[in-house]
């Protein structure tokens, strides 16, 4: 079945850092993707999405590119904030009903 | 306007118990989706409903139930509690049952099975 594979966390960066969160996924056929965050305390938000190979989405200064080719879609940001600090998880879904998580990645911005 | 609203916000429970969670979708949302976070895992899907219709199930025992009430609002309800159901519960609506359109999550139910 489908499935998606985050990098392990926690990771710990500095403010102002390069940050690269990896995201690897296994379909059947052409999925949508997404990145979702979790901050202390409230529900998953939508923080980007992509419907089809080669789209980049982006959101609040991250980014993420739908590559086919190597079945990812990392997520980047050239500069991170302290209010970045969260829980980050990508997802895919295949036109079906369901959305399938990876199992999230903690993000620590220290000042 | 209000934001997917969850209720209760914890709650403890033993096992063999049964337990209902109660979701109020944003206004104008047709669709309710439920999920299960457990600890340190991403969310796992339960069920969509769509206009008071089961549109989607995931792989969960039929111990987990659920409707949709005529103003769109839902419950989830778990007979027969295990240690193992100890988990953030939640809902998200969303305008349509595609995933074409933006899902919209709750902050979540949290239950503790003892």
């Known amino acids: 079945g489908d499935s998606v594979t985050q990098m392990e966390g926690p990771v710990t960066l500095s403010e102002e850092a390069f940050l690269t969160i990896n995201c690897t996924y296994t379909?059947?056929?052409?999925?949508?993707l997404f990145w979702y965050v979790q901050y202390p305390g409230e529900g998953l938000q939508l923080l980007l999405k992509?419907?089809?190979?080669?789209d980049k989405g982006s959101n609040k200064g991250f980014e993420a590119t739908y590559r086919k080719e190597t079945t990812s879609f990392h997520l980047e940001k050239g500069s991170v904030q302290v209010s970045d600090s969260a829980v980050y998880f990508c997802?895919?879904?295949?036109?079906?009903?369901?959305?399938?998580f990876g199992q999230g990645t903690r993000l620590t911005i220290n000042p | 306007d209000a934001g997917v609203t969850q209720s209760p916000t914890h709650l403890i429970k033993t096992r063999g118990q049964h337990v209902t969670l109660r979701c109020s979708p944003i206004?104008?949302?047709?669709?309710v989706s439920w999920y299960q976070q457990v600890l340190g895992q991403g969310p796992q899907f339960i069920f969509q409903?769509?206009?008071?219709?089961?549109?989607g199930r995931g792989n969960f025992p039929d111990r987990f139930s659920a409707r949709q009430f005529p103003n769109y609002s839902s419950e989830l309800n778990v007979n027969a509690l295990l240690l193992g159901d100890s988990a953030l519960y939640l809902c998200?609506?969303?305008?349509?049952?595609?995933?074409?359109?933006?899902?919209?999550f709750g902050p979540g139910t949290r239950l503790t099975v003892t």
């Open positions: 998200a609506s969303s305008p349509g049952s595609s995933l074409s359109y933006e899902q919209y």
């Open positions: 992509a419907t089809k190979a080669d």
């Open positions: 206004s104008g949302h047709k669709s």
């Open positions: 997802a895919l879904s295949e036109g079906a009903q369901k959305l399938v």
């Open positions: 409903y769509y206009e008071k219709e089961e549109r």
């Open positions: 379909a059947t056929g052409y999925p949508s």
